[in-house]
């Protein structure tokens, strides 16, 4: 494809509820069928980094536990300082805190506690990164509903082919509180983090083009792709390959 943004992945790794493993995405691809999913993820959820300040660590919601984890991981796995810039992408957001706020404003006195205003805002994961790894990269915070990864990851690319540089790339999403779960079902937190690098062009074809990629397996759907359909529309799991 004619003017297309190559990039080079250094790291990869996630978390989901059932789903987490030292070797992350590798494992999950390798797998023969679609692991289980954990109905209790409440109790499955990765403990907050224990580079957050105390205070920080206890008001960690599950959305940005999921993805701080999934990040430290990914970054881990590439041996990047995690002072490089970044790019979160969720469609729900802090959906649990907003739907407190929302609570406390129908129930008399109306009253809103600040530190849940504090922590409801879309970029509060981002922000968590970057207070837990003293980070003054610059980080983007961004949400588009379904298209939120496929944003997410156009944002970065072209960051790429304008910066050169790594980046980390991290898409995450956690349930959302009755009664918003009724408008947007998500069973339970998912995150994965991509490190990211510029990379250059493959040679192109003598059309010009790049070559086509290879379509789907003629076994059928992978394990992955099984399980990246078998969720419920939330833009991390569905970005989950499906060939």
């Known amino acids: 494809m004619k003017g297309a943004i190559r990039v080079g992945l250094i790291g990869a790794k996630l978390w989901g509820a059932g789903l987490w493993g030292p070797e992350g995405l590798e494992a ?28 920080e ?29 970044a790019v979160f992408a969720s469609s729900n957001g802090e959906g649990a805190a907003v739907g407190a706020l929302l609570e406390a404003l129908t129930a008399p006195p109306a009253q809103v506690s600040p530190t849940l205003f504090h922590n409801s805002v879309h970029n509060a994961a ?35 082919a304008a910066r050169p540089g790594p980046l980390l790339f991290t898409a995450f999403d956690a349930p959302l509180p009755p009664p918003l779960d009724a408008k947007r079902r998500t069973d339970f937190p998912f995150a994965f983090a991509l490190v990211l690098s510029p990379e250059r062009p493959a040679a192109s074809s003598p059309s010009g083009d790049a070559p086509s990629p290879e379509g789907p397996s003629p076994e059928g759907p992978s394990p992955l792709a099984r399980l990246a ?5 939330t833009p991390a799991p569905l970005s989950l390959p499906r060939a």
């Open 229 to 233: 359909l078998s969720f419920h529309p």
């Open 126 to 160: 981002a922000g968590h990164f970057a207070i837990a790894w003293r980070s003054h990269a610059p980080l983007v915070s961004l949400a588009a509903h379904d298209e939120t990864v496929a944003t997410g990851l156009l944002r970065a690319a072209a960051r790429l």
């Open 28 to 55: 999950l691809a390798a797998l023969a069928t679609p692991p289980a999913l954990e109905p209790h993820w409440r109790e499955a959820l990765p403990p907050a980094p224990a580079r957050l300040p105390a205070n």
């Open 57 to 85: 660590r206890r008001r960690a919601s599950p959305a940005i536990r999921a993805a701080l984890a999934a990040a430290e991981a990914a970054l881990a796995a590439a041996q990047m300082p995690g002072t490089i810039e």
